[in-house]
């Protein structure tokens, strides 16, 4: 039986480390890059090979992919540390990655992208960058040699418990529109279960929980499940907009926030129209019991309750 382990860029992160979990419950080795490991080991326990190194250096991304069957690439900069880092590492990094696994022989590669990018639209809403490196990784992943495969991840559900404050939903933008969402434990179980397949070469998979919800929507479930009242509010996008053209000198986060909830907000109407299909896919070509947004609103809400009574 071949020693050689699945490398997960990106593994301690908050996709990451489900795909990482899901590949041990599988009994796959696995391995993961962190610049430290004692933080990865926390968060990943001591199944996992933990090589401490860095992304952006070249000699690590080489000496990181011996004894590797298999890579997952979940590298992500968005948030406030290592936004100013995001070309470095989800564009430089990954091209790296890409071509010194082939040099090294590695065949099988899972690629994490935005759920879908579509430059007209992006272009319509006045983001044309927005996903421009996502769009360049899987035009090069397209044209390569590998055995790949490019899972578009959409929001997890935790969106919705981000903007939850005091008994209120208070959106920019007011996201009345539905967006597909999915729990954090199903992209993991989906994942895992991909790169080890050998039947999904050239695939572009979209992952959609059950159904799609807009935050109006959410708001009426979590009074319900909870029996605690929680009201919906509209905040105008523009000023979130002030605040990222403002705070831009200083850090590009609040930018990069503001291009994600002009997203959030106009997500394509035929992307929500498949959502059904997309998810019957799942069904029928994994092996996971999807979490509903309903679960994760009655675990997490609830338990919080709990805490606080």
Same mark, same amino acid.
């Given at each position: 039986?071949?020693?050689?382990?699945?490398?997960?860029?990106?593994?301690?992160?908050?996709?990451?480390?489900?795909?990482?979990?899901?590949?041990?419950?599988?009994?796959?080795?696995?391995?993961?890059?962190?610049?430290?490991?004692?933080?990865?080991?926390?968060?990943?326990?001591?199944?996992?090979?933990?090589?401490?190194?860095?992304?952006?250096?070249?000699?690590?991304?080489?000496?990181?992919?011996?004894?590797?069957?298999?890579?997952?690439?979940?590298?992500?900069?968005?948030?406030?540390?290592?936004?100013?880092?995001?070309?470095?590492?989800?564009?430089?990094?990954?091209?790296?990655?890409?071509?010194?696994?082939?040099?090294?022989?590695?065949?099988?590669?899972?690629?994490?992208?935005?759920?879908?990018?579509?430059?007209?639209?992006?272009?319509?809403?006045?983001?044309?960058?927005?996903?421009?490196?996502?769009?360049?990784?899987?035009?090069?992943?397209?044209?390569?040699?590998?055995?790949?495969?490019?899972?578009?991840?959409?929001?997890?559900?935790?969106?919705?418990?981000?903007?939850?404050?005091?008994?209120?939903?208070?959106?920019?933008?007011?996201?009345?529109?539905?967006?597909?969402?999915?729990?954090?434990?199903?992209?993991?179980? &989906?994942?895992? =279960?991909? !790169?080890?397949?050998?039947?999904?070469?050239?695939?572009? *998979? @979209?992952?959609?929980?059950?159904? +799609?919800?807009?935050?109006?929507?959410?708001?009426?479930?979590?009074?319900? &499940?909870?029996? =605690?009242? !929680?009201?919906?509010?509209?905040?105008?996008?523009?000023? *979130? @907009?002030?605040?990222?053209?403002? +705070?831009?000198?200083?850090?590009?986060?609040?930018?990069?926030?503001?291009?994600?909830?002009?997203?959030?907000?106009?997500?394509?109407?035929?992307?929500?129209?498949?959502?059904?299909?997309?998810?019957?896919?799942?069904?029928?070509?994994?092996?996971?019991?999807?979490?509903?947004?309903?679960?994760?609103?009655?675990?997490?809400?609830?338990?919080?309750?709990?805490?606080?009574?």
């Amino acid at each position: 039986m071949s020693s050689k382990k699945i490398m997960v860029f990106g593994g301690t992160g908050f996709y990451g480390r489900q795909v990482v979990k899901s590949l041990l419950d599988l009994g796959q080795s696995v391995k993961v890059m962190s610049r430290s490991s004692q933080k990865a080991r926390q968060i990943l326990g001591e199944q996992v090979a933990i090589f401490e190194g860095d992304v952006t250096n070249h000699s690590d991304i080489v000496n990181s992919l011996k004894d590797v069957k298999a890579i997952v690439l979940c590298l992500s900069a968005v948030n406030f540390k290592l936004i100013r880092k995001r070309q470095q590492i989800e564009r430089d990094a990954v091209l790296d990655i890409m071509e010194e696994a082939e040099k090294a022989g590695i065949e099988r590669l899972v690629y994490f992208s935005g759920y879908e990018m579509r430059p007209e639209v992006l272009k319509t809403l006045k983001i044309p960058d927005f996903g421009s490196i996502m769009m360049e990784i899987e035009g090069e992943i397209k044209r390569s040699a590998f055995n790949w495969t490019i899972l578009g991840a959409p929001p997890s559900f935790e969106v919705f418990f981000a903007f939850l404050r005091n008994g209120k939903l208070a959106v920019p933008g007011g996201g009345k529109n539905p967006i597909p969402t999915v729990s954090p434990f199903d992209v993991g179980k &989906i994942a895992a =279960q991909t !790169v080890l397949r050998t039947n999904l070469a050239g695939k572009r *998979i @979209r992952m959609p929980g059950p159904q +799609a919800n807009s935050f109006p929507e959410v708001a009426k479930k979590m009074s319900a &499940i909870t029996g =605690q009242k !929680v009201k919906h509010i509209a905040i105008p996008i523009t000023a *979130i @907009r002030i605040v990222s053209i403002l +705070a831009y000198p200083f850090t590009p986060f609040p930018r990069f926030l503001y291009k994600s909830l002009k997203l959030l907000n106009n997500f394509p109407e035929d992307l929500i129209e498949k959502v059904p299909d997309d998810h019957q896919f799942l069904l029928e070509n994994f092996d996971y019991e999807p979490i509903t947004l309903e679960r994760a609103i009655q675990e997490k809400l609830i338990a919080e309750q709990a805490e606080d009574s």
